[in-house]
């Protein structure tokens, strides 16, 4: 059982590149979330999904856009990276229903550097 | 919107002792759920605790345990016995009962544990 899978664990963009941040998970999880963490801070959301199809913005979606076509993946793009997103980006997900005190299980994060 | 507060940005304790750290939040919502997350130098999130706001027994987790005080809105994670393994960074975190059920973190308390 894999959990939740990100891909890049790092890179480092130019400003204005763009790139997509891979995340997966086989736990058939409805609900999926991106966090980024900046040094010493805590995780702010960018965005969210409910499930396949449905997509919502978080605190911080400014640069940055997601799609869910199926349950299992949940990829955020990066437009015209900017120094400020450079970060840790962490994809997390959790069960619908059932117990609903279930835990966010966290991918391994992807450390993002824009030069 | 919800906020979490960790007053304390860094913690030391000395090995074999006992150390609580701090969270506070502020909610309108009666329904909610509280959680402590330990982040490791490896970066991988780790769920140490959690807690239901209805619950009014606090949770416990062999040498983990809370302090939750609904009323005054308090979540204080106490640590017994500490190892050199609990060094890392810790994570106070409020989660909607509703509203797809979005994670709010504090800005965390980096832990120092002396041999």
């Known amino acids: 059982n894999a959990g939740v899978t990100q891909t890049p664990k790092f890179r480092i963009l130019k400003i204005g590149q763009s790139m997509t941040l891979q995340c997966a998970q086989d736990m058939n999880h409805n609900y999926m979330y991106w966090y980024r963490q900046d040094p010493g801070m805590g995780l702010k959301l960018i965005y969210y999904?409910?499930?396949?199809?449905?997509?919502d913005k978080g605190e911080v979606p400014n640069g940055y856009n997601v799609s869910r076509s199926t349950t299992e993946d949940f990829p955020l793009r990066l437009e015209l990276a900017a120094p400020s997103q450079t970060s840790v980006y962490f994809c997390?997900?959790?069960?619908?229903?059932?117990?609903?005190?279930?835990?966010?299980?966290f991918g391994s994060g992807t450390q993002l550097s824009v030069l | 919107a919800q906020t979490v507060t960790q007053s304390q940005p860094e913690m030391s304790v000395q090995e074999a002792e006992t150390v609580t750290l701090s969270c506070t939040y502020d909610t309108s919502e009666s329904d909610y759920y509280l959680f402590w997350y330990k982040q490791p130098p490896s970066r991988q999130m780790i769920l140490v605790i959690r807690?239901?706001?209805?619950?009014?027994q606090n949770a416990t987790e062999n040498r983990f345990s809370v302090n939750f005080q609904k009323a005054a809105k308090s979540f204080s994670l106490k640590i017994s016995d500490s190892q050199l393994g609990d060094a890392a960074m810790y994570f106070c975190a409020y989660r909607s009962d509703t509203n797809a059920g979005k994670s709010t973190f504090g800005d965390g308390t980096t832990l120092t544990v002396k041999p």
């Open positions: 999904s409910v499930g396949a199809g449905i997509t």
């Open positions: 997390a997900s959790r069960r619908e229903g059932g117990a609903t005190n279930e835990k966010l299980f």
């Open positions: 807690q239901e706001a209805y619950k009014q």
